[in-house]
Each structure stands twice: as C-alpha cells, then as structure tokens.
C-alpha cells in the first residue's frame, strides 16, 4: 500500500473572508498545495455562488478544497469568533473595498497587535497612492492600465476575454505568502501582504512601456502592430475553418512553402529574408490567403505538426472540455459540487515531481464545515 506524499503547504492553516475571483484564486492555490484553507461566507453564502451570466463559473472555479464556515462577523458573537479563528491561522486572505475590514476591527494593524505571527494578504484594487481609495474592477484597471487599449485595434479599447487582472492578482497574493512564509521562519513575524488590480496590469502592460522608452513611438494596439514575423497571424481555410500558423524563421518559412507546395514564394527576391517579408507583408498574406482558402484545417494541421512549425486551431472555452491533450496531462479532472452533481475542472498549471496538485474533496456547501471549525474554538459558537 502506497503511503501519500504530503503536499508542500500541508500544515498551513489559512482563512479567508474573500467573494468574486481575486481573493479566491490566492486561496485556492495555497489550498492546491496543501494548505488548509477555511472560507467565511456570510449568512446565506458568499453572493458568488449564485451571480449569473459570464459570472456563473467563478465560484466553482476558484472554490476547490477549501472548507465552509458561515459567520456574521458584523455580530458581537460572530466578530469574536472570527478573530478567535484568526488567531488559529497563519495566513489571512481578504479582497473586500477600502476601508471595510478596517471599519469592521479586522484589519492588519489591529490583528497584528494580538497575532505577531499572521501573514495577512489584502486583495486590493489599488497599492497605496493617489488612487488606493477607488473602487476598482478588472475592466477599470484594464482601460487605466493600458491593456485594454493594447488589445482591442484603434480607437476601440478592448478587455480581455477573462478576468485576467483577477486571477493574476490572485497569484501575486499567493506568492506573497510563499516569501512572507520564508521570512517569517527568520524573523518569527509575520507582515502584510498587498496585491492590486491596477498595478498587476501595468505590469502586463511592462513591455509596451519600455518599447516606448527604447522608441520614443507610442505602441500600437496589437491588432496594428508592426509585426516582428512576415507570417504570424489567423487564415481563413475552406468551408471557412480557421487556423493561426506562424513563419518565424527563415527556415520555417521554406518550411512552410514546402508543406504547401508553392516553391516560388521562396524564389522570389522581396521574401528572401524574414526582414524583406515583413517590409511586403500585405502582399505575402494575400499570397498565401489565396493559397489556404482551398485546405482543409483538419489536414493541414497534421501536415504542419509533422514539419515542426507552429500552428493553433481557434478553440472556444467549451470545446477544452473535451482536449485531449488536458485530459492525458491530468489538467482536467472530475470534481464534486455542492449540490451533489460533478464538473471537469482546470488545475493548477504546474507540475511538481511530476505529480500534479488535485482535487482533494468536494466543493463545499455552505457553511458544511461550521461546526467542526468552530469547535476548536476557546468559545464556541453554535
């Protein structure tokens, strides 16, 4: 009989009074990797749960092996439990607006006070500065932070197609914690953690600022850019399939013109090098348009992963549920919801010694784990 490998973050205890996606994926990582990770939701449960539309995934997605307690912290009973269990934990987690936590006695500076050791992470919209008392969403910091205007083409700001900023901020907070963990083992205190929407965008947004920098010329947005590859974009093939297929040597570009078959693209003096071809762009896109609009996608990918050059089917959301390659890599795995039912969730993208952290228990009704929580309480509260 195989003995479990305790997962790296098994011991940890954390708590976290978190709702919508930022706060949750800092919580699920750390729950990922081990962690005990106890979620307080208030009466009736987290608002998540129930959101609709493009919101209706969140709290399956970002919920996983965590534990379920239900308080009503802005009670006397409620608050006293809350800091009790507080003081258990070694990590707090929390993404409420400005203001909130500090109002309701559970901010950093007043914990700290009783709990040397805790590691408190705050979700924010902002890091302190002129801007930290703002409200803040992920399309708000994505229109402030230049990755809308990156994205969508001229004069038509575009957000991503997922809560990008959310999940990305989220990760920031985890590995906060990580570095506050290691720190802590030094200094026996622990510290408060910050991570913010706006300031994780500009970070995305990095790149572009230092081409400007370096250029002195304002970046377009990508759907203009000057591309750094004459062939790097999205064809339309027959019965109007599409395909992304990149050219970004010279040798895939020989490449590529052998795969289709037509060797005089590569006779001709103005796609000689990989610089000449990005100069005649328009022109080698309408060429080679002429020539896909009549393959196939299906045929055409097998000829193109056989020759070794980089190409992509346009996937929507849903047809991943059904990606072979997710399932072999043990990325998509069944988990069980809260109302007894099963779902195919994505896990952490990460390998380590070659095992990957899973799904260790059902998603969590609400308030399931009250009462086991609230019994290793000095006071408890039924």
Not at 4 to 15: E, W
Not at 151 to 164: D, K, N
Not at 261 to 270: D, G, I, K
Not at 312 to 334: E, F, M, N, T, Y
């Amino acid at each position: 009989m195989s003995i479990p490998t305790p997962l790296p973050l098994d011991g940890l205890r954390v708590v976290e009074f978190t709702h919508m996606v930022m706060g949750p994926t800092c919580g699920m990582i750390l729950a990922d990797l081990g962690a005990e990770v106890i979620k307080i939701e208030p009466p009736g449960g987290d608002k998540t749960r129930k959101l609709p539309g493009l919101g209706i995934g969140f709290f399956r997605s970002f919920n996983r092996n965590k534990k379920s307690v239900v308080l009503d912290i802005t009670t006397p009973e409620g608050h006293a439990a809350a800091v009790e269990l507080i003081g258990q934990c070694d990590v707090m987690l929390e993404n409420f607006r400005p203001g909130l936590m500090t109002q309701l006695g559970l901010d950093y500076e007043t914990l700290s006070k009783r709990y040397r050791r805790l590691i408190y992470v705050s979700h924010k919209g902002f890091l302190p500065g002129p801007y930290e008392k703002r409200l803040a969403l992920d399309e708000v910091v994505q229109m402030m932070g230049g990755l809308a205007y990156m994205t969508g083409p001229v004069g038509r700001p575009l957000r991503a197609g997922t809560s990008v900023n959310d999940i990305m901020g989220g990760m920031f907070g985890a590995i906060g914690v990580l570095a506050a963990l290691r720190e802590r083992d030094t200094t026996g205190r622990g510290q408060e953690v910050q991570s913010a929407l706006f300031e994780n965008c500009v970070f995305l947004s990095a790149q572009h600022m230092q081409q400007y920098s370096m250029t002195h010329e304002a970046p377009p947005p990508m759907p203009s850019r000057v591309s750094a590859w004459s062939v790097y974009d999205v064809f339309t093939l027959a019965d109007g399939e599409q395909l992304f297929i990149g050219a970004v040597s010279d040798r895939q570009f020989v490449t590529l013109c052998e795969v289709l078959q037509c060797p005089e693209l590569v006779a001709e003096p103005q796609f000689a090098s990989n610089a000449l071809r990005v100069a005649a762009r328009p022109q080698l896109l309408e060429r080679l348009g002429a020539i896909l609009k009549d393959h196939h996608a299906d045929a055409l990918a097998l000829q193109l992963e056989a020759a070794g050059l980089p190409y992509a089917p346009i996937v929507r959301p849903d047809q991943l549920l059904d990606d072979p390659h997710l399932k072999a890599s043990g990325g998509l795995v069944p988990m069980e919801t809260e109302d007894g039912g099963t779902t195919d969730v994505v896990l952490l993208p990460l390998l380590m010694g070659g095992r990957r952290p899973g799904v260790r228990q059902a998603l969590a009704k609400v308030g399931e784990h009250t009462q086991e929580i609230l019994a290793r309480l000095k006071a408890r509260v039924v």
